[in-house]
């Protein structure tokens, strides 16, 4: 459930995000008389990416893992269920097998809200992602 509930929470920031962008750009077209033209989409570039070694239990090396899986970001790393990522970990060989993935995706979506002092308090509970 709480799994869902993450989801529909992850959903609704990424959704706000994007119409935020999406109307900053509108307007920014409009204010330089370009009122008709859409905004050119901007390709993803690598500074998209988080810093994934911010949550817990997450050094460079799953930091790297991750993104070579296509979780770049805490909204992905939120969005992903922990037995996809203990799969993940486990193709990465044993020296990832002592990571323990199952708080990441609470982590990251804390991250992601930006909440900051909830990410604290949470990962005061926490050794070593657990």
């Given at each position: 459930?709480?799994?869902?509930?993450?989801?529909?929470?992850?959903?609704?920031?990424?959704?706000?995000?994007?119409?935020?962008?999406?109307?900053?750009?509108?307007?920014?077209?409009?204010?330089h008389?370009?009122?008709?033209a859409?905004?050119?989409?901007?390709?993803?570039?690598k500074s998209?990416?988080?810093?994934?070694?911010?949550i817990?239990?997450?050094?460079?090396?799953?930091?790297?893992?991750?993104?070579e899986h296509?979780?770049?970001?805490?909204?992905?790393?939120?969005?992903?269920?922990?037995?996809?990522?203990e799969?993940i970990?486990?193709?990465?060989?044993?020296?990832?097998?002592v990571?323990?993935?199952?708080?990441?995706?609470q982590?990251?979506?804390?991250?992601?809200?930006?909440?900051?002092?909830?990410?604290?308090?949470?990962?005061?509970?926490?050794t070593?992602g657990?």
């Amino acid at each position: 459930m709480l799994g869902l509930i993450t989801f529909a929470v992850l959903t609704v920031v990424l959704w706000w995000a994007l119409q935020n962008q999406l109307d900053t750009g509108l307007q920014a077209a409009h204010d330089h008389g370009h009122s008709h033209a859409a905004p050119a989409a901007k390709p993803l570039a690598k500074s998209a990416a988080d810093d994934l070694t911010k949550i817990e239990g997450i050094g460079p090396a799953i930091r790297k893992l991750l993104a070579e899986h296509g979780i770049a970001t805490f909204a992905a790393l939120a969005a992903s269920q922990p037995a996809a990522i203990e799969k993940i970990l486990e193709a990465g060989g044993s020296r990832f097998n002592v990571a323990d993935a199952g708080s990441w995706p609470q982590q990251a979506a804390l991250a992601a809200k930006g909440d900051w002092a909830g990410l604290k308090k949470l990962q005061d509970k926490l050794t070593g992602g657990r």
